[in-house]
């Protein structure tokens, strides 16, 4: 039998919860890897708004690296301290760019068994719209099974608001 | 040359000028179109030569003012003062998202009220996006909130913004009293960035950053005595009539100065941060709107523009800047509108700014350029996400051109 395939989303801010739940709940000689989309539209942001001033480019400050380049150091360093924590320096590093759920759907559409992913979104707010947008078209379109995990602690049954009346 | 065969050259020059300032073709000044359509159009008659003298007195003190405030900025970076304004977000924020977007907002609004947008845009904006990279969150809330606020919080003083400065000689206000009829839209426009922006990325301003967020940076604390005495330069100035250009000379001549002892800037760097090429495109752009406002244009958009000062007026006066910044760009849409506007005293024409100011965040260029842009960008294999852009636009804009303009409407009757 082949061995059980496990990607885990790495995403800013929620990465370690994350990892962690990935660590317990790994089966033993499961293959893991750990993937990192960085979406290709934030320096576009930035760049349009330059467009805004026609030609005032500040010359002589023309940064030294392009937004890209350090969007693609950072999402490096990131998935090697996620290695790091996960304890698998044997884990495989997926680097993608591009939007980013899509990139994300691409990375695990064949031979994957698992997808670890952490619920992002506004945890005040729990509701039908509690996952961010990325988040709910991964869950929504991974062909494989998902582990959803809270990045942080998990809200008490309290959150449950009263049943409606009738 | 009859009127309409005039009035239509001196548009397509206009939209060719646009064009080129935002392609910018094999990376060519942009001032290579404008120039020479100026003076294509005074070559043919269509801008008389003592309109042209005349509209280029008015924009010659606009124009050294504005090539002060860029060597402002410039210089200050180069004293590190935005590296140390990133490692400060950086440790502030402890690696919480919302302290971070919160201290993003201070520093960008702050910087762009007193260096102008420009420098919030370049020198600010890419700091942003490394203290982001390296607090190990996620970027897209700040950058946005930098591009938004370059333009909402360009409302506070004439070198916030270069469209400020073009009014602020229309105005008639003194320094001082355009800041302080400014301050209220100013705050208002940030505050409803502020809740519109943290709601909106929600669910990107969750988990945590990382602790220990790199090398601290010295504050450059003789840059900042400078930026701080020159921004007292500027009220001061103004009390004793004299131009408020001078003090911003004074700082850039202060930080320019010992960085020229140390080699730490050269004369070349100097002069290439003045900018000249785009002081001639913004002259040759003046003229070019001029031409086309003197051959029906200007008699439309006085037509459309209405001139009292009670709420309605300004709202809707501000309503028409916006559409306008929006069509064509915000640079032309000011040089159309202040002539319509001067003679009817400060309060439209503050109303004109915050329309030309925050409306950009909608198409942030003039549509047609946020067009091009994309184009340019996809070559580049990145992308414009244009529809999430446009729906933060469309959040944003309205109600900030509303609650910008009530509040302005409360300082014409508070500040006078």
């Not at chain 1, 805004?52 to 301290?81: C, H, I, K, W, Y």
């Not at chain 2, 004793?240 to 930080?255: E, I, N, T």
């Not at chain 2, 070349?268 to 003046?286: E, I, N, S, T, W």
């Amino acid at each position: 039998m082949p061995p059980v395939r496990i990607v885990v989303w790495v995403v800013e801010g929620t990465w370690q919860g994350c990892v962690d739940a990935a660590s317990h709940s790994l089966p033993s000689g499961a293959q893991v890897a750990l993937l990192h989309v960085t979406p290709s539209d934030v320096a576009g942001v930035a760049e349009v708004a330059t467009s805004g001033l026609l030609g005032r480019a500040f010359p002589g400050r023309r940064p030294t690296r392009s937004l890209q380049d350090v969007a693609d150091e950072a999402a490096s360093e990131l998935l090697a301290a996620a290695a790091a924590r996960l304890g698998r320096q044997d884990a495989e590093l997926l680097h993608r760019r591009g939007r980013v759920e899509r990139e994300v759907i691409r990375a695990v559409a064949e031979k994957v068994d698992l997808l670890v992913v952490a619920r992002d979104g506004d945890h005040s707010r729990l509701g039908p719209h509690s996952l961010g947008p990325a988040t709910r078209f991964v869950v929504d379109h991974a062909p494989c099974a998902v582990l959803l995990v809270w990045p942080d602690e998990p809200p008490g049954i309290e959150s449950i608001p009263p049943a409606p009346r009738g | 040359m009859p009127s309409p065969i005039a009035e239509s050259l001196a548009g397509l020059l206009l939209v060719a000028t646009l064009v080129c300032a935002i392609v910018r073709p094999w990376g060519l000044p942009e001032a290579l179109v404008a120039v020479p359509a100026a003076g294509l159009l005074l070559l043919l008659g269509v801008l008389p030569l003592s309109e042209a003298a005349a509209e280029a007195r008015s924009l010659a003190p606009t124009i050294g003012f504005l090539a002060a405030v860029l060597l402002l900025a410039t210089l200050s970076d180069r004293f590190g003062l935005f590296e140390a304004a990133g490692a400060w977000m950086a440790t502030g924020s402890r690696g919480r998202p919302v302290t971070l977007l919160a201290l993003v907002f201070a520093v960008a609004s702050t910087v762009t009220a007193v260096l102008s947008l420009d420098a919030t845009v370049v020198l600010l904006t890419p700091v942003v996006f490394a203290t982001v990279a390296r607090l190990r969150l996620r970027a897209k809330p700040h950058i946005y909130a930098c591009t938004h606020l370059a333009n909402s919080a360009s409302l506070l003083l004439p070198v916030s913004n270069l469209t400020n400065l073009l009014a602020f000689s229309a105005s008639g206000l003194s320094f001082a009293r355009f800041g302080a009829t400014m301050a209220l839209p100013w705050l208002a426009a940030i505050a409803v960035e502020w809740l519109v922006l943290r709601r909106f990325f929600a669910a990107d301003l969750i988990g945590h950053g990382e602790a220990s967020p790199g090398p601290r940076r010295p504050v450059p604390v003789y840059a900042c005595l400078v930026l701080g005495l020159t921004l007292l330069g500027f009220f001061v100035t103004s009390v004793f009539d004299v131009a408020p250009a001078f003090a911003a000379l004074g700082g850039a001549v202060a930080l320019g100065v010992p960085l020229l002892r140390s080699h730490r800037v050269t004369v070349r760097d100097v002069a290439l941060a003045l900018q000249v090429p785009f002081l001639a495109f913004v002259l040759a752009l003046g003229l070019v709107v001029k031409a086309l406002s003197l051959h029906g244009l200007g008699s439309l958009v006085t037509h459309l523009v209405p001139g009292g000062t009670s709420l309605g007026s300004l709202l809707l006066i501000a309503v028409v800047a916006a559409v306008l910044a929006n069509l064509i760009n915000n640079l032309p849409a000011v040089l159309l509108l202040l002539p319509a506007v001067a003679a009817a005293g400060p309060g439209p024409v503050l109303a004109v700014l915050i329309g030309v100011n925050t409306g950009p965040n909608l198409t942030y260029v003039g549509s047609l350029a946020t067009l091009l842009w994309r184009r340019v960008l996809r070559q580049r294999g990145e992308e414009l996400p244009i529809s999430e852009f446009m729906r933060l636009g469309a959040l944003t804009v309205p109600p900030v051109l509303v609650a910008a303009t009530v509040a302005l409407w409360v300082s014409l009757r508070l500040v006078g």
